[in-house]
């Protein structure tokens, strides 16, 4: 018998595959606080995907997400599949994607850099590395990871 953890949604996305631990970052990308619910949100943490792997999901109720939202969720969740659940099946099946340069979603760590300044430029990284997320800014060339930390 299939096991269920939670129940089935007619209309929504399902988020899987997420990272194990990552799952109220990707709340906080989508903007999902408390007081701005409106559709059930249901969170899974740490459940199996293999046998000795962890994952989270996160299953939003009538929303599908944005291209931009995507783009992300992808950063701190680089496995992750968006599933797009129509009348209580998956319509859609999106694999997140690590983009080449990192436009805007980030911010900088470096207190001096000009995107952090009163004149702020929008931030911009290239992707130094994967697997963690290593990060390099355009203007003042600091290189950091732990990009969940920073993301805006
Ligand atoms: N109606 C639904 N309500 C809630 N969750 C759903 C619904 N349909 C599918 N899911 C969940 O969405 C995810 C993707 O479903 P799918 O049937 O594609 O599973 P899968 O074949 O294991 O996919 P994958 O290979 O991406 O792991 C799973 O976590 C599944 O439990
Ligand atoms: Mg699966
Ligand atoms: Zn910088």
């Known amino acids: ?6 129940q089935p949604i ?3 996305t399902v988020i899987d595959h997420i990272e194990t631990g990552m799952a109220l970052n990707v709340l906080r990308i989508l903007g999902i606080t408390g007081e701005s619910i409106k559709s059930t949100i249901s969170v899974a ?8 792997e962890w994952k989270d999901i996160v299953k939003i109720e009538d929303r599908e997400l944005y291209a931009k939202e995507v783009d992300r969720i992808a ?5 992750a599949t968006i599933n797009i659940i129509r009348d209580f099946n998956v ?6 994607r690590i983009p080449e340069v990192v436009r805007g979603i980030v911010r900088c ?4 850099c000009i995107t952090n300044s009163n004149e702020p430029a929008e931030t ?4 130094v590395r994967e697997r963690p997320l290593t990060l390099k800014c355009h203007y003042c060339d600091r ?3 732990r990009i969940e930390e920073y993301i805006l």
């Open 1 to 6: 018998m299939k096991e269920l953890k939670v």
């Open 10 to 12: 007619r209309n929504g």
């Open 45 to 52: 943490m740490h459940v199996r995907s293999k046998k000795e």
């Open 75 to 79: 950063l701190i969740a680089p496995r």
């Open 91 to 96: 319509a859609e099946k999106r694999k997140v």
């Open 109 to 112: 760590s470096n207190p001096n």
């Open 124 to 127: 911009q990284f290239s992707v």
């Open 143 to 145: 290189v950091q990871s």
